[in-house]
């Protein structure tokens, strides 16, 4: 069943057209790599999915409703969250209560959320930060800095997690333990499309590739035959290559 529909979404700055008429279906309990070189629409297709651009053209549909219209906290509030490339914990809040933020309030009392200390710590177990929810996040390691930002955005409870370079400034051993932590939120029942320039963790983790280039949809299928595709080759030849 379709869990995500992005049909003919078209993004323009100006005069510059960031994604052009691009489509993209995701099934529910799938884990879709989208990928594409610099510049090539990647973070503005999420950022129109979350409700944090306007959209020029085209629809957004989420488990059948169309969301294009959606302020962001109502696209959170449906189901969806994403995890950002840049981290922007509160420096100035622990682990614990930047997790706390995110929490859905179930009281118009609660003044940081609805989620009670053993929710929190939920969440943190989730990814692996359980140890650390007493900590500022200027104490922790970089990589325990995006998990951090992996638990903010499953306090919310999502269905759909779109995760934008989850895998980078890691090594591949945190590489390979955060893809059996994405692995285990599928086992859970989540969907997701993850955004990432390294090839190898993002390959051995997705079900179906869709590539991108210039805003435009350029391929798509299994990791295998993405890695071969020789007009995707062709489009990364001026960046990194496959
Ligand atoms: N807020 C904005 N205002 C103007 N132009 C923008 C804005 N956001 C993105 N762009 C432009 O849209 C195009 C697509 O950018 P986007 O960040 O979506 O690409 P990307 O594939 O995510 O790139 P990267 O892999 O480098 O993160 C680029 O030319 C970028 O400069």
Redesign the pocket.
């Known amino acids: 069943m379709t869990l995500l529909e992005v049909d003919s979404l078209t ?1 323009t ?2 005069g ?1 057209v ?2 052009d008429d691009f489509s993209l279906s995701v099934e529910r309990g799938e884990i879709v790599g989208l990928i ?12 129109c999915i979350m409700g944090l ?1 306007d959209v020029t053209e085209g629809r957004i549909r989420f488990d059948g409703a169309d969301i294009t219209d959606d302020a962001t906290h109502e696209v959170v509030n449906q189901g969806l969250s994403r995890v950002s ?1 840049e981290s922007n914990p509160i420096d100035s809040m622990s682990v614990a209560d930047n997790i706390g933020l995110f929490t859905l309030p179930n009281s118009v009392f609660s003044l940081y959320g609805g989620a009670s200390e053993a929710e929190i710590r939920e969440y943190a177990a989730r990814i692996d930060i359980e140890d650390d929810l007493d900590q500022m996040p200027s104490e922790l390691p970089h990589a325990d800095v995006r998990r951090l930002e992996i638990a903010k955005a499953l306090a919310t409870e999502p269905e759909l997690l779109l995760l ?2 989850p895998f980078a400034g890691m090594n591949q051993a945190e590489i390979a333990e955060l893809s059996a932590q994405i692995e285990g939120f599928r086992e859970e029942g989540m969907t997701m499309v993850v ?1 990432d ?1 390294n090839m190898g963790g993002l390959m051995d983790l997705v079900d179906r590739v869709v590539v ?1 280039n210039n ?1 435009d949809f350029l391929a798509a299928g299994s990791p295998d035959a993405i890695a071969e595709n020789e007009r995707v080759q062709e489009a990364y030849l001026a960046g990194e290559g496959l």
């Open positions: 993004k700055f100006g510059l960031a994604v594409g070189p610099n510049g090539s629409g990647k973070s503005t297709v999420f950022n651009y490339q934008d370079e955004v320039h991108l805003g």
